[in-house]
């Protein structure tokens, strides 16, 4: 099973700053690495795939980057709207298909 | 837009069986993979399964013993038994569009239930 860790657990941030949050997996997973945001009370929403593909709708300040076990998600600027948690995924070595504890993000 | 709705008992008795069925609002049911995953409070999402048209379907290793995926294209839904629960198995269930066949990330969730085992 490919474990995924992400870091920091908790990343305080202030309106305009940039926050970078950071996932490893524990063996190469190439590009195959997606990025959740679940903000309170609500579902996972997709964010990322493919390392760094935005998915629809999502905003430009979201970015990520990374190959093989270590990965990124940058949110330049960060909005008072962006708290939540922010899981990774890897999609490259399954079954199990598998997501990281995630990182919360509070402004 | 497609939209998912997980329903489902909310308490389980330990030993007893998990049942939910997640309801695809238009006929995209026959296009895609459909999967389970399900959130322990305070922990990330854990992926349950998937399932397809065809019948293919996979499991988690940690779970396959006791979990069945079913698919009713007729009706736009799909569904999940898990037997013999214990107070581990309470979470919140989500149901999830799974992109591709290929690409094995989800780009649509359900609000998810909470199923709660005690008895």
């Known amino acids: 099973e490919v474990v995924m860790t992400q870091s920091p657990a908790t990343l305080s941030v202030s309106p305009g700053e940039s926050a970078t949050l950071s996932c490893r997996a524990s063996q190469s997973v190439n590009y195959n690495l997606a990025w959740y945001q679940q903000k309170p009370g609500q579902a996972p929403r997709l964010l990322i795939s493919?390392?760094?593909a935005r998915a629809a709708g999502v905003p430009a300040r979201f970015s990520g980057s990374g190959s093989g076990t270590e990965f990124t998600l940058t949110i330049s600027s960060v909005q008072s709207e962006d708290l939540g948690v922010y899981y990774c995924?890897?999609?490259?070595?399954?079954?199990?298909?598998?997501f990281g504890g995630g990182t919360r993000v509070a402004i | 837009q497609v939209q998912l709705q997980e329903s489902g008992p909310g308490l389980v008795k330990p030993s007893e069986t998990l049942s939910l069925t997640c309801v695809v609002s238009?006929?995209?049911?026959?296009?895609?993979?459909w999967s389970w995953i399900r959130q322990a409070p305070g922990t990330g999402p854990e992926w349950i399964g998937f399932?397809?048209?065809?019948?293919?379907?996979n499991y988690s290793p940690s779970l396959r013993s006791r979990v069945t995926m079913s698919i009713d294209t007729s009706k736009n839904q799909f569904s999940l038994s898990l037997t013999s629960v214990t107070a581990a198995d309470t979470a919140l269930y989500y149901c999830a569009r799974v992109r591709s066949g290929s690409f094995w990330f989800f780009d649509l969730w359900g609000r998810g239930t909470l199923v709660t085992v005690s008895s």
């Open positions: 995924q890897q999609y490259n070595k399954w079954p199990p298909l598998t």
């Open positions: 399932i397809h048209k065809s019948g293919s379907s």
């Open positions: 238009d006929d995209s049911i026959n296009d895609f993979y």
């Open positions: 493919g390392t760094s």
